[in-house]
């Protein structure tokens, strides 16, 4: 069944020399493969991130992917130590405090890649947990 394997998202590039750049230099993603056409990077327990050139990009403002973090704030504080902008919206859904948005099972932050593609970050709360993202304000 599909729900026992791997999934790993595959992200349209208009530009794959500024996304290599972003994904490997200022992400610190490792390369694992790549040619004219697709870089693969290595993520966390054995999932793969596929980043493909494209002549249109992404036409969806959504999320395209997310990764799920133990330490919100200590993974932003990285990202904005490499010059990565932290998005903040001022909608009902989400509404962001310091780039953190509060979606009831979760906190989420996000970024955006160079092809316009939305990046999620999200630290998923305990059960019975109503506490603030880890680390003091």
């Known amino acids: 069944m599909l729900g026992d394997h791997l999934v790993f998202p595959i992200l349209l590039s208009t ?3 500024a996304s290599r750049a972003f994904y490997h230099d200022t992400l610190g993603l490792e390369i694992l493969r790549e040619d004219d056409e697709r870089i693969i990077f290595r ?11 494209s002549t ?15 330490d ?3 993974e932003l504080a990285d990202l904005r ?4 902008p932290i998005q903040e919206y001022d909608l009902p859904d989400p ?7 509060d979606m009831g ?13 939305v990046l999620g970050i999200m630290q998923p709360k ?5 506490a603030a993202p880890t680390q003091a304000r």
Do not use: M, Y
């Not at 993520?43 to 050139?53: E, F, R």
């Not at 992404?58 to 999320?63: E, G, I, N, P, Y």
């Open 105 to 117: 099972f979760a906190w989420a932050a996000w970024i955006i890649d160079p092809s316009r593609n």
């Open 15 to 17: 530009d794959l020399k």
């Open 56 to 70: 249109t990009g992404t036409a969806d403002s959504q999320t395209q992917l997310a990764w799920r973090v133990p």
């Open 95 to 101: 509404k962001t405090e310091d780039g953190i948005a």
């Open 43 to 53: 993520c966390g327990d054995g999932s793969q991130l596929t980043v493909t050139a």
């Open 72 to 74: 919100l704030r200590a």
């Open 126 to 130: 305990h059960p019975g947990a109503g």
């Open 81 to 84: 130590g490499r010059g990565v």
